[in-house]
């Protein structure tokens, strides 16, 4: 399973882009207004540090202007993939772009028929908000399961599962297990998938160990 960043802070994708865990960036407007920064520069610098799908979110909501906007952030750099709502216009906007190669991160998901759909519509990405399902008192996974399941099914789908909306590490943990193709991780849930009290209190141990025997031999 790949594991993208869900960030727009450069020096955290670079932290992870330099350890080579990470293999694309996803952003949304959100992250964007609140940073203060333009859409287009926060890409482009973005792109400059990883060579992977880096996700750059449409604001419109008519076909037209989500084509338009998709067209001016693939010019940014060959390796942004245009994030596109899963609605009727998005569908088609999907359509085009990835007709002309474009890759196409189909985003707010929460079923597996608006799934199909967007895999019909040539989607590279279906990004599945598992978190947002959960907070509903739905079973976001669930949404995963079935998604992998009907595309099992279907040797000619070629879009791939991208379990979004992380929470915690247990979302990795169980989204792993299910076989999804992707997961897009907060910078903070990425940190805690390495942290074990275990293991830090094994290093202790060993430390102390050592400077007892060096102590032994002087």
């Avoid at 520069?41 to 419109?60: G, H, L, W, Y």
């Avoid at 772009?97 to 990405?125: D, E, P, R, W, Y």
Wanted: aromatic share 6%; hydrophobic share 40%.
């Amino acid at each position: 399973m790949k594991l993208f960043l869900d960030t727009i802070d450069l020096a955290e994708i670079r932290f992870f882009s330099d350890i080579g865990i990470i293999e694309g960036v996803t952003t949304n407007p959100s992250l964007i207004a609140a940073s203060g920064r333009r859409t287009s520069e926060t890409i482009k610098e973005i792109c400059s540090i990883i060579d992977a799908p880096v996700s750059a979110e449409v604001i419109s909501l008519d076909s037209a202007g989500m084509i338009d906007e998709g067209l001016q952030l693939s010019a940014i750099s060959s390796n942004v993939a245009i994030k596109i709502p899963v609605t009727w216009e998005g569908l088609k906007a999907c359509k085009h772009l990835s007709n002309k190669g474009i890759m196409v991160n189909m985003t707010l998901c929460f079923s597996a028929l608006q799934n199909l759909l967007a895999a019909k519509s040539g989607a590279s990405f279906v990004s599945v908000f598992v978190g947002r399902q959960d907070d509903i008192g739905s079973d976001g996974m669930q949404i995963i399961s079935d998604t992998i399941g009907i595309y099992r099914q279907y040797p000619d789908i070629c879009s791939k599962v991208l379990v979004a909306s992380i929470r915690s590490p247990l979302h990795i943990y169980n989204a792993a297990k299910l076989g999804a193709d992707i997961c897009t991780v907060p910078p903070k849930v990425m940190k805690q998938l390495l942290e074990h009290p275990l293991t830090y209190k094994g290093i202790e141990k060993f430390l102390q160990d050592f400077k007892k025997s060096e102590t032994v031999r002087t």
